[in-house]
């Protein structure tokens, strides 16, 4: 009988470097505050954020991706072409085909690699992390980029007040490569049925129907949101520690998506994370990046000293879909 | 067994004092969470998700809007828990 030959790969895979991008100009709040009758207390007081980056209009999504993923090779030691897969983690790129990751191959010297998008919002990153970790350990790459990477600005309504003012510009960037010991612990995932509570405004199918109608936007149901992310994700979170094997008391940062710096306190506090455990607050100066929050608050965490390179961080992605992905990782 | 008014005051007057930082002596009856305690939305949000899960109830979101003084939450979990 003819059977398939399946591969196998390193038993363990590993981040091997990070690399970010920020959006180049700073927004305040009270930059935003006008169209939406706001005030720099309010946005403070709610949300934590005091700035947000946002980019130039001459710097694209692939821009930022392109910045944080040279950093990213890097820091990780490898030359682009050693990249057999690009996984890219959007919901800005503003061309529905081709996708961005392929072009992002072609910039960075891996023309030939395997490339695609993944669209989970502010999960994507973790998303990403799993499909790299599957993919190195089945042994169907051996060197996996991950990148998430938003120009959520191109998709703002100034006068919204629903999600609008929360939105930076950014991208971060992981290479995952085989490991000798255990680094990435199982992913805790799923969905829930939730459409209309993070999404975009109406579809490209009105705006060519109806010319009249405005360019889509983002919005949000921000209370259904806030209850969401803050009583349910910490569930998922601590089955991710569980499922790693691990406690809270093992975990030494927590770096939940920066959607809210409500949700992210009370997240810690009832997943039982110690005092101890350094936490990622750069939604503070970021403002809410979608997929590249996770990265951009970790490579924090690093530049302010509060973690070193395998250091095991808890990480957590949630949003639009809605969809969600939690997973422990040991830092690169 | 079903909480008495006096235990469910006692019970969220915890909860609020968690979330806000107050003294649990200052959440009495007659106290507004917007105006007297100042709890904006989020945090009264939040206070209805733990209640909810201390005095095992279901506070729809349209209700919570009605439950303006601590009193009318005391009134209205201790009718939800029978
Ligand atoms: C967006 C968010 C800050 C809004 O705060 P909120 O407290 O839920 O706001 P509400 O819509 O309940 O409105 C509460 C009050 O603030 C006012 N308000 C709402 N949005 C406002 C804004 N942007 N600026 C100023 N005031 C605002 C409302 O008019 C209302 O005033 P009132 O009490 O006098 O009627 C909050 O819901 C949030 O952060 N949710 C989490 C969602 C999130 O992070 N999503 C990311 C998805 S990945």
Known sequence: ?332 | MALSEKEVLAGLAEIVAEETGLDAAEVTGPKSFTDDLDIDSLSMMTIVTLAEEKFSVRIPDEDVKNLVTVADAVAYMTKAQS
């Open chain 1, 1 to 332: 009988m003819t059977v398939i030959r399946t591969t196998k790969g390193p038993e363990y895979a590993r981040l091997m470097g990070l690399g970010v991008a920020r959006g180049e100009v700073t927004v305040t709040n009270d930059d935003v505050a006008g169209p939406i009758d706001s005030s720099d207390e309010w946005i403070q007081q709610r949300t934590g954020i005091v700035t947000r980056m946002r980019a130039k209009p001459e710097t694209s999504v692939l821009d930022l991706a392109e910045r944080a993923s040279r950093d990213a090779l890097i820091a990780a030691g490898i030359e682009g072409r050693a990249i057999d897969t690009v996984i890219f983690s959007t919901i800005t790129h503003p061309q529905m085909t081709p996708a961005a990751a392929p072009e992002l191959g072609a910039r960075l010297g891996c023309p030939t690699a395997a490339a695609f998008d993944i669209s989970a919002a502010c999960a994507g990153y973790c998303y990403g992390i799993a499909q790299a970790d599957a993919l190195v350990r089945s042994g169907q790459s051996t060197y996996v980029l991950v990148v998430g990477a938003e120009k959520m600005s191109d998709f703002v309504d100034p006068t919204d007040r629903s999600i609008s003012f929360l939105l930076g510009d950014g991208a971060g960037a992981v290479v995952v490569g085989p490991s000798d010991a255990p680094a990435i612990g199982p992913t805790v995932w799923g969905s829930k049925d939730g459409a209309e509570f993070v999404r975009m405004t109406h579809s490209w199918l009105e705006v060519r129907d109806d010319p009249t109608t405005p360019f889509p936007t983002l919005v949000q149901e921000g209370q259904t949101v806030f209850k969401w992310a803050s009583f349910e994700m910490p569930d998922a979170a601590a089955k991710a520690i569980e499922a790693a094997g691990l406690t809270p008391a093992d975990i030494q940062a927590f770096i939940p998506h920066q959607a809210n710096i409500r949700i992210i306190d009370q997240m810690a506090k009832r997943i039982g994370l110690p005092d101890t455990v350094a936490i990622g607050r750069d939604i503070v100066d970021s403002g809410n990046t979608s997929a590249a929050s996770i990265p951009l608050a970790t490579e924090r965490l690093f530049r302010d000293g509060q973690v070193k390179s395998g250091d095991l961080a808890l990480q957590i992605g949630f949003g639009a879909g809605l969809v969600f992905a939690a997973q422990v990782v040991a830092l690169p």
